[in-house]
Nanobody, 113 residues
Framework: QVQLVESGGDLVQPGGSLRLSCISS????????MAWYRQRPGKQRELVAK???????EHADSVKGRFTISRDNAKKTTYLQMNSLKPDDTAVYYC???????WGRGTQVTVSS
């Protein structure tokens, strides 16, 4: 079964930046769309961004202009660059393989002074 492992979560001050990474164990990765979701305290899991195999991206309105999803197919890795972080971005961030419906275990991002 495909496994996804996230990393890069941390405690950061408002206005700071982080880059999350998600490594896939899948043999086939290049053509598979990937996504980042997050679950903020007391709220449902929500889509943050997604990326197609060839690189087309979509971002949630709440993160447009601040977050960028990308991928390196040679490394089977999906990234989420997060800039201008706000306390409201505090959440567990999950990587998701859309076609295979596989979730990573999540990585905690805390934005606080």
């Amino acid at each position: 079964q495909v496994q996804l492992v996230e990393s890069g979560g941390d405690l950061v001050q408002p206005g700071g930046s982080l880059r999350l990474s998600c490594i896939s164990s899948a043999k086939l990765f290049n053509d598979y769309p990937m996504a980042w979701y997050r679950q903020r305290p007391g709220k449902q899991r929500e889509l943050v961004a997604k990326i197609a195999g060839e690189g087309t991206t979509e971002h949630a309105d709440s993160v447009k202009g601040r977050f960028t999803i990308s991928r390196d197919n040679a490394k089977k890795t999906t990234y989420l660059q997060m800039n201008s972080l706000k306390p409201d971005d505090t959440a567990v961030y999950y990587c998701y393989d859309i076609i295979r419906s596989r979730w990573g275990r999540g990585t905690q991002v805390t934005v606080s002074s």
